[in-house]
Every structure is written in structure tokens, then in C-alpha cells.
């Protein structure tokens, strides 16, 4: 099974990146490719949240885009970690409102567009992330969108995101999202959690784990991840 781990910034993919000139100064963007998206016939993108940048890449998102291609044991996938927007630092003022993610969305919007690849399309937001995948849904030709440890995603209902795509939802009950208010007033807040009973998407919980263990090789939560990037049903 041919195996190939690319670590890149996106200045050297020009057929998916803006222009450097389009880049605000203060924003580092990376991505990395872990496996052949020329063959793939299942793309997963992770868009990861707070505290990524440049130098924790590796051992954040770029960790979490191995492990789930490691766990697939597939040669026809190819997973995408994807740090194309400015994430919060801490938990100050801008996780808690939506200018970062709104600027992320459109981000990732543009570099979904700017794939050259008939896969299926799995976008995968955690934490803050999962607030840019949410506001980007509407506008994302995607086959499944996956919540996992989300603090709202600016939305009420499945029906709110105006996606075609399948919605899934994860929390693992060690989870510290599931203690952080779902209310939104003005931009202050992200709104109803997605794994709420009422939200309307596919939610899937699990025992232990933590925010950041959803992702932990050989974990339930990780083999779930797995097999939506699949197309298996759960």
C-alpha cells in the first residue's frame, strides 16, 4: 500500500492556496497531506481550534491527521490537516465570538472549491474549529461534516446550516465543552451544542475521554471518525 506523509506549506500548493499577498501578516497557514490525494477516493479535511499555530502544528492537528489515516489502514485515503485561518490563543475574547472563525470559513471555503479531486469530501471541525466549519457548511460541497468537542456552531439546527451534507456530532463524556453555556448574544457565544438532542444532527457519545482525545489512536471515537470517512453507517 503505497504510504506518503507530506508536510507542506500552502505557498507550494498553488492549485488550493491563496496568493501571499492575500495573507494577513499576523497569519501562519500550514497544511499537510497524510497520504495520495491524487488517487484518494475519500478526502478528509480537519480543521482544528484553539491554540494551533505554526510551531504546535505538528503536534496538534498534524498529529490528528495521522492518526487517522494510520487507524483507516487505507491506501485510498487521504487526510488533510488544514491551519488555514488565525485560531484563538487562550480562552479569551476570541474563542468566545466569531470574527476568527468567520475569517477561517471563507478560508476554508475557497480551499474546498480549489481541490482537483473527485473524492468524497469529509470536513472534520473540533473544538473552535467546529465554529468554521459551521459557518462555512451553507456554501461546502461536501458528502459529511463532523462536530467533535464543539462549543456551538452558530447555529440552532441541522436545518440552519443549509448543508446537504450528513451532520454528525461527537462528545465524549470526560469532555470539559460539555460544561460551557450554549447561549449566543450578539457575537458573544456560539449557540445550541450540535450533539444536543434537538439540534438534529447524528451524534454519537462515548465513555471517558477527554476534549483533546477524540482523536487518540485506537480509542472508539477515533475508529468512529474512521468509519464516516468510510462511508460505513454507524
Same mark, same amino acid.
Given at each position: 500500500m503505497r504510504r506518503a506523509v507530506l508536510f507542506l506549506l500552502l505557498i507550494a500548493l498553488p492549485s488550493v492556496a491563496p496568493s501571499i499577498a492575500q495573507w494577513r501578516s499576523d497569519v501562519a497557514r500550514r497544511v499537510a497531506i497524510v497520504g495520495d490525494l491524487s488517487t484518494a477516493r475519500d478526502v478528509v479535511i480537519v480543521v482544528p481550534g484553539s491554540d494551533v499555530d505554526v510551531d504546535r502544528f505538528d503536534r496538534t492537528v498534524g498529529r490528528m491527521?495521522?492518526?487517522?489515516?494510520?487507524?483507516?489502514?487505507?491506501?485510498?485515503?487521504?487526510?488533510?490537516?488544514?491551519?488555514g485561518y488565525r485560531t484563538p490563543q487562550g480562552?479569551?475574547?476570541?474563542? +468566545?465570538? #466569531?470574527?476568527? $472563525?468567520?475569517?477561517?470559513? %471563507?478560508?476554508?471555503?475557497? /480551499?474546498?472549491?480549489?481541490?482537483?479531486?473527485? @473524492?468524497?469530501?469529509?470536513?472534520?471541525?473540533?473544538?473552535?474549529?467546529?465554529? +468554521?466549519? #459551521?459557518?462555512? $457548511?451553507?456554501?461546502?460541497? %461536501?458528502?459529511?461534516?463532523? /462536530?467533535?468537542?464543539?462549543?456551538?456552531?452558530? @447555529?440552532?439546527?441541522?436545518?440552519?446550516?443549509?448543508?446537504r451534507a450528513h451532520v454528525w456530532a461527537m462528545r465524549s463524556s470526560g469532555d470539559w465543552m460539555r460544561f460551557v453555556p450554549n447561549a449566543r448574544l450578539f457575537d458573544l457565544g456560539h449557540g445550541?451544542?450540535?450533539?444536543?438532542?434537538?439540534?438534529?444532527?447524528?451524534?454519537?457519545?462515548?465513555?471517558?475521554g477527554k476534549h483533546d482525545t477524540y482523536y487518540e489512536p485506537g480509542s472508539e471515537s477515533l475508529g468512529a471518525l474512521v468509519r464516516i470517512a468510510s462511508g460505513e453507517k454507524l
Open positions: 491527521a495521522v492518526n487517522l489515516y494510520a487507524q483507516a489502514h487505507r491506501g485510498d485515503l487521504a487526510v488533510i490537516a488544514w491551519l480562552l479569551g475574547v476570541d474563542a +468566545v465570538t #466569531g470574527s476568527l $472563525a468567520r475569517q477561517g470559513a %471563507v478560508a476554508l471555503v475557497d /480551499f474546498v472549491r480549489a481541490l482537483q479531486t473527485d @473524492a468524497r469530501i469529509h470536513v472534520y471541525g473540533h473544538s473552535y474549529g467546529s465554529v +468554521v466549519v #459551521g459557518l462555512a $457548511a451553507h456554501e461546502l460541497d %461536501v458528502d459529511d461534516i463532523v /462536530f467533535t468537542g464543539s462549543p456551538g456552531v452558530r @447555529a440552532d439546527s441541522v436545518a440552519e446550516l443549509e448543508t445550541t451544542d450540535p450533539a444536543s438532542d434537538g439540534f438534529g444532527a447524528t451524534v454519537l457519545r462515548f465513555e471517558g
